[in-house]
C-alpha cells in the first residue's frame, strides 16, 4: 500500500531558525503533493502545493517544498522560524489520478523556541 | 463567512448513542470528504462523495454512515457511538473542474467525545 512518512513527530527550533521538515512517499510514480498547517484548535489549512509545474513549490508565510523525484522527498523549509509557526504540519500525497484519495502523514509539531 | 462549516464543534455523548455530525459547504464544489484525526495517526479517510449520488467507503467506514442530501450537505452518523470513536473530525471539500490536483480544503472540525 502506497504511505506517506513524515520523519519525527515533533521539531523543535528557535525563533529565527531554519525549518526543515521531512517527507517521504512510497512511489516513484509521480503524485500530486501537499503540505497542510494545523494551528491549535482549528481546521487544516492549506501551505503549498506541487503541481508539476516546478520542482520548487512557494507557499504562505515564506514556506516553500521541493520536490525530488530520485528521492521521493518533499521537504518542508522556512528560513527563519517565527514564534506563529509552531503548529502541526501534515505532508499528504494523491496517486491515482481523479479518482485516488489523499495519503497522510502522521504529522509533526514543531515547537518554536524563544 | 467559513466556505465550509461544521456542525457542532464539540459533542459529548454516550456510549450507544446515535449522533449526526453536520457538514456544509458555500464553495460549490462536488467532492466532500470525512477524516477523523487521532493523535499521532494523521487523517484517515471515513467516506466520501464525488457527487451526490456517489458515495464511497474509506479506509475506516466501519461504525460510520453518511448522507450526501445536496451538493453542498454532507452528513455522517455514528448508529452506536462507542468511546474509541472519540476523535477530532474534519470534513473538506474539492473540485476536480477548478482544481486540476482536486485540491482539499477543511472544516473547522467536530471534537467529539464517546463516554
Known sequence: AQSVTQLGSHVSVSEGALVLLRCNYSSSVPPYLFWYVQYPNQGLQLLLKYTSAATLVKGINDFEAEFKKSETSFHL????????????????????????NLIFGKGTKLSVKP | DADVTQTPRNRITK??????????????????????QDPG????????????????????SDGYSVSRQAQAKFSLSLES?????????FCATSDLRTSGTDTQYFGPGTRLTVL
Open chain 2, 15 to 36: 456510549t450507544g448513542k446515535r449522533i449526526m455530525l453536520e457538514c456544509s459547504q458555500t464553495k460549490g464544489h462536488d467532492r466532500m470528504y470525512w477524516y477523523r
Open chain 1, 77 to 100: 523549509t522556512k528560513p527563519s522560524a517565527h514564534m506563529s509557526d509552531a503548529a502541526e504540519y501534515f505532508c499528504a500525497v494523491k496517486w491515482g489520478g481523479s479518482q485516488g
Open chain 2, 81 to 89: 457511538a462507542i468511546p474509541n470513536q472519540t476523535a477530532l473530525y
Open chain 2, 41 to 60: 495517526l494523521g487523517l484517515r479517510l471515513i467516506y466520501y462523495s464525488f457527487d451526490v449520488k456517489d458515495i464511497n467507503k474509506g479506509e475506516i
